[in-house]
């Protein structure tokens, strides 16, 4: 039995322990999110580090340079030019509002629109009392609630530019020296050799399939956008289907949003058969798209149920957003990932195993010595001290 003064001392390491680890959670929480896109990048590009890292002759750092470098070229500058295209436009045609509205007035926008949304628009507007001074009014009350809207944007653009920059240290480390770090902590975690990296094994697997099924579910999803935009001929075909494929990345969003707001403003601008088509294209055949590509995708990298899929990306996007399409599956995948541990190190041999074993024959704990009076195992392997047989 174990000295009080041996308890006391386990049990103080234990809470040391604890409180390093709490610690060290709380350093990284401001980059958490930041810290699993890199992984989730590092894990499904390590098959291309390491054929670069061969070509290289062994300068991992250097196919780690390279490779972030193509990530950023490829992945994060494009995505960051679209966006500021976007806010630009958006800030220009806010601009052009308030300025036709100060030199032509209410009636002046209406004149502009197409000659059936022109007659709806304006039996909306007579309907108001004074509508020049209600919009001035409501543009006036809503200047202070706008700057402050812009000023929230400007903060979140550097908030995440600056993720985006901790996001890529992240994963240029984690590709040069992810094989060392779970191979240390593989020797230091208190489990069997080998247990931590199967652990590990099971979140790279699912991580990448998590990944190549949102890219691939936008990229389905933009391709049946193009087809509706070709044939229904919106403008901007190429403008629209990059806009489309990076809303598409955005869970909760989707490309179908896209696809019914251009049939909207095709409605809008006097095409009413081709905008109509659009929208419900947009709203049955691309939104079907992610609802049934996403959860088929998720489950041939998973081996899990569809169903299991599905709420598992339901219930990641409630808790923890976007992110949480890596992390829901991820915590599914960590629960049978531990289950199937335990099954192997505790848990009942598989019934074709019992079933071969004779009655009365206790088959042996994990690990440990045969019980006295099981049969011996046949097979290709000798006794110890005899020359093998061919």
């Not at 530019?161 to 901790?166: E, G, R």
């Not at 896209?258 to 709203?283: E, K, N, R």
């Not at 990641?316 to 049978?336: H, Q």
């Amino acid at each position: 039995m174990a000295s009080p003064t041996l308890l006391h001392a386990r049990r103080l390491l234990v809470a040391l322990v604890i409180l390093a680890f709490a610690l060290t959670l709380l350093v990284i929480s401001p980059f958490w999110v930041a810290y699993l896109f890199a992984a989730v990048l590092a894990a499904t590009l390590m098959p291309a580090m390491a054929w670069l890292a061969r070509v290289l002759r062994g300068r991992r750092s250097v196919a780690g340079g390279i490779l972030t470098l193509a990530v950023l070229l490829a992945v994060v500058l494009p995505i960051a030019l679209l966006g500021t295209i976007l806010v630009h436009d958006a800030l220009d045609g806010v601009q052009w509002l308030r300025d036709a509205l100060a030199s032509e007035g209410i009636w002046g926008l209406v004149r502009r629109l197409p000659g059936p949304l022109e007659d709806i628009v304006r039996k909306l507007v007579e309907a108001v009392p004074r509508p020049q001074q209600q919009i001035q009014k409501v543009v006036g009350e809503q200047g202070g609630q706008a700057a402050g809207a812009v000023a929230g944007a400007l903060a979140a653009t550097g908030s995440a530019a600056f993720q985006t920059v901790m996001m890529l240290i992240a994963l240029f480390f984690f590709l040069v020296d992810g094989p060392r770090l779970v191979g240390f902590l593989d020797r230091h975690v208190p489990l069997k050799p080998g247990q931590f990296r199967q652990l590990v094994e099971d979140f790279r697997a699912t991580s990448v399939s998590a990944l190549v099924a949102t890219l691939a579910t936008a990229g389905i999803q933009t391709v049946t956008a193009l087809v509706g935009y070709l044939v229904f001929r919106a403008p901007n075909v190429v403008f629209l289907t990059l806009v489309t494929f990076v809303v598409a990345l955005i869970p909760a969003v989707g490309g179908a949003s896209v696809v019914v707001i251009v049939g909207i403003i095709q409605l809008a601008t006097g095409h009413p058969i081709s905008g109509g088509i659009l929208v419900a294209w947009g709203l049955v055949v691309v939104s079907l798209v992610d609802n049934v590509a996403r959860p088929f995708l998720l489950k041939g990298g998973m081996e899990l149920h569809g169903g299991v899929v599905f709420f598992s990306l339901l219930g990641g996007l409630s808790v923890f957003g976007a992110i949480g399409l890596v992390i829901g599956p991820l915590v599914v995948t960590f629960l049978l990932a531990v289950v199937k541990m335990y099954e192997r190190e505790f848990g009942r041999p598989p019934a074709g195993i019992a079933a071969s074993v004779p009655e009365g024959v206790r088959l042996p704990a994990p690990g440990g010595p045969p019980p006295a009076g099981a049969p011996e195992p046949r097979g290709d392997r000798s006794r110890v001290g005899e020359r093998p047989t061919h």
